[in-house]
């Protein structure tokens, strides 16, 4: 039964739906799944780099880890194909690495590696 006001004689309305978003169990839901999205991203950035127990190892095996330097990717991968250099506006020497991987006569697959002043910094491979 609802309390009556005694001045005006009306009802109080009833409190307006929670809207969904903003239920305690669907925004705990909402942060335990991106949290575990940034940590798969963290530990996505940087398990190569733990994978291998040295770089000697990731060249014997023809793989390539951020961190190494254009020496130990020549070694593994061989010489690239094309070579693009860039400075950034503070001065930072980047270059872009493709390789070409000829399957057939007609078909090529492209790979890239990026380098920030002698480190490999990422690729796509």
């Known amino acids: 039964m609802r ?3 005694t001045m005006t004689h009306e009802t109080p309305a009833a409190l307006p739906p929670v809207p969904f978003l903003r239920r305690r169990s669907v925004r705990l839901a909402l942060y335990g799944v991106l949290g575990a999205i940034l940590l798969g991203m963290l530990t996505w950035r940087f398990l190569p780099y733990y994978q291998y127990t040295s770089l000697d190892e990731a060249i014997a095996k023809k793989r390539v880890v951020v961190g190494m330097s254009r020496e130990q990717v020549l070694k593994s991968w061989g010489s690239p194909y094309k ?4 400075y950034t ?3 930072t020497r980047r270059e872009l690495w493709v390789f070409e991987d000829w ?3 007609a078909t090529v697959k492209h790979r890239y590696l990026y380098f920030e ?4 910094v990422g690729g796509w491979y």
């Open 3 to 5: 309390a009556v006001d």
């Open 83 to 86: 070579i693009d250099v860039t």
């Open 89 to 91: 506006d503070s001065g």
């Open 103 to 105: 399957i057939d006569s």
């Open 117 to 120: 002043e002698n480190a490999l």
